[in-house]
T-cell receptor, first 112, second 111 residues
């Protein structure tokens, strides 16, 4: 069973920021929040992960609430190539909970 | 680096046939994984390996077998193909955490 809840779909205008929410209210103290995306028919691509601090890399920013029960992935300037399904996954780095459990994700459509 | 490579890209099998899906990674990752993805669904873990000689079952292992004789290779074996195994199969690898690198997938149809 997926341990996260995401909206089924979202739209975003090209050049604007895309903010993708994720609820993970049952997250454990040793579990990280991971984000992946899957462009149509391709293998998933890792985006970013974090434990409790906000994280930023060349692709995106990850904002985790202080209680860690939800997070937001931010694509600062969405392009048409960012159209994809985005998966939010919680996972530990060791033990039985280190496996990734994939839900249905959010289908993001970036429109011209 | 080629990353994670998978062969074949496409395959059509008849019911009862067997085949091996190949997966190779050149990043010296210790963890490797096999997933399947049915249309419109998320990925389901079939088997995974934490290193050469060590494999374990995932969520949906029935009908599949794996082996890990080297760090680089993690083949997935289907012994008696069934229509329910029609899916897209992805292989992935990672070093220590769950930053997994995925291959391009194998599209399998069982008729």
């Amino acid at each position: 069973d997926a341990k996260t809840t995401q909206p089924t779909s979202m739209d975003c205008a090209e050049g604007r920021a895309a903010n993708l929410p994720c609820n993970h209210s049952t997250i454990s103290g040793n579990e990280y929040v991971y984000w992946y995306r899957q462009i149509h028919s391709q293998g998933p691509q890792y985006i970013i992960h974090g434990l409790k601090n906000n994280e930023t890399n060349e692709m995106a920013s990850l904002i985790i609430t202080e209680d860690r029960k939800s997070s937001t992935l931010i694509l600062p300037h969405a392009t048409l190539r960012d159209t994809a399904v985005y998966y939010c996954i919680v996972s530990a780095h060791a033990g039985n909970n280190r496996k990734l459990i994939w839900g249905l994700g959010t289908s993001l459509a970036v429109n011209p | 680096n080629a990353g994670v490579t998978q062969t074949p890209k496409f395959r059509i099998l008849k019911i009862g046939q067997s085949m091996t899906l190949q997966c190779t990674q050149d990043m010296n990752h210790n963890y490797m994984y096999w997933y399947r993805q049915d249309p419109g669904m998320g990925l389901k873990l079939i088997y995974y390996s934490v290193g050469a000689g060590i494999t374990d079952k995932g969520e949906v292992p029935n009908g599949y077998n794996v082996s890990r004789s080297t760090t680089e290779d993690f083949p997935l074996r289907l012994e008696l193909a069934a229509p329910s195994q029609t899916s897209v199969y992805f292989c992935a690898s990672s070093y220590l955490n769950n930053e997994q690198f995925f291959g391009p997938g194998t599209r399998l149809t069982v008729l």
